[in-house]
T-cell receptor, first 115, second 115 residues
Framework: AQTVTQSQPEMSVQEAETVTLSCTYD???????LFWYKQPPSRQMILVIR????KQQNATENRFSVNFQKAAKSFSLKISDSQLGDAAMYFCAYRSADSNYQLIWGAGTKLIIKP | NAGVMQNPRHLVRRRGQEARLRCSPMKGHSHVYWYRQLPEEGLKFMVYLQKENIIDESGMPKERFSAEFPKEGPSILRIQQVVRGDSAAYFC?????????????FGNGTRLTVT
């Protein structure tokens, strides 16, 4: 069975600086998707970034980028120029390529932005 | 706003009562998914419905929980005879299709508190 591990329950970063959130996963599949979701206090689950396993190029979305290391089964999220609005829980999630809803979630990392 | 709408936002029930959670998918979406989030954890899949049909209920507890998605109206997640362990945030998501590339759109969740 697939598992997703986020080893950092909480991280803090100074506003405007860069922070990296860690995620590792375990799977025997070769084709899959990885996601980072943001959950602010409003509780809405917002997709931040998505990576297809067959793509070697790391995904980027504005200030958000990932470091995808397929062999190491690592999928970290880098947030550049941190802003107060980035404060939230961040969840790493995995899903198989043959399903769009069977997501396996990590336990989350709480990101605190210091003004 | 044509996003996924969940209500109520907060629901308090005494042990033994029934809880009904509603989800209206995005306009044009006929696939609905329910997830449960316990404190300090990621989401856990419960059930997948497509208009009037339950497609996958592998994550649904065998007793007290049921879900429906009628031809007209919202999807309903029903929990009978609630217990304290049912306290959690319940999220609904919808998608246009069940193709693996079809993204999920999440609602803001319903927080159920059982006293």
């Amino acid at each position: 069975a697939q598992t997703v591990t986020q080893s950092q329950p909480e991280m803090s970063v100074q506003e405007a600086e860069t922070v990296t959130l860690s995620c590792t996963y375990d799977t025997s599949e070769s084709d899959y998707y990885l996601f980072w979701y943001k959950q602010p206090p409003s509780r809405q689950m917002i997709l931040v970034i998505r990576q297809e396993a067959y793509k070697q190029q790391n995904a980027t979305e504005n200030r958000f980028s990932v470091n995808f290391q397929k062999a190491a089964k690592s999928f970290s999220l880098k947030i550049s120029d941190s802003q107060l609005g980035d404060a939230a829980m961040y969840f790493c999630a995995y899903r198989s390529a043959d399903s769009n809803y069977q997501l396996i979630w990590g336990a989350g990392t709480k990101l605190i932005i210091k003004p | 706003n044509a996003g996924v709408m969940q209500n109520p936002r907060h629901l308090v029930r005494r042990r033994g009562q029934e809880a009904r959670l509603r989800c209206s998918p995005m306009k044009g979406h006929s696939h609905v998914y329910w997830y449960r989030q316990l404190p300090e954890e990621g989401l856990k899949f419960m059930v997948y419905l497509q208009k009037e049909n339950i497609i996958d209920e592998s994550g649904m507890p065998k007793e007290r929980f049921s879900a429906e998605f009628p031809k007209e109206g919202p999807s309903i997640l029903r929990i009978q005879q609630v217990v304290r362990g049912d306290s959690a945030a319940y999220f609904c998501a919808s998608s246009l299709s069940r193709e693996s590339g079809s993204p999920l759109h999440f609602g803001n969740g319903t927080r159920l508190t059982v006293t």
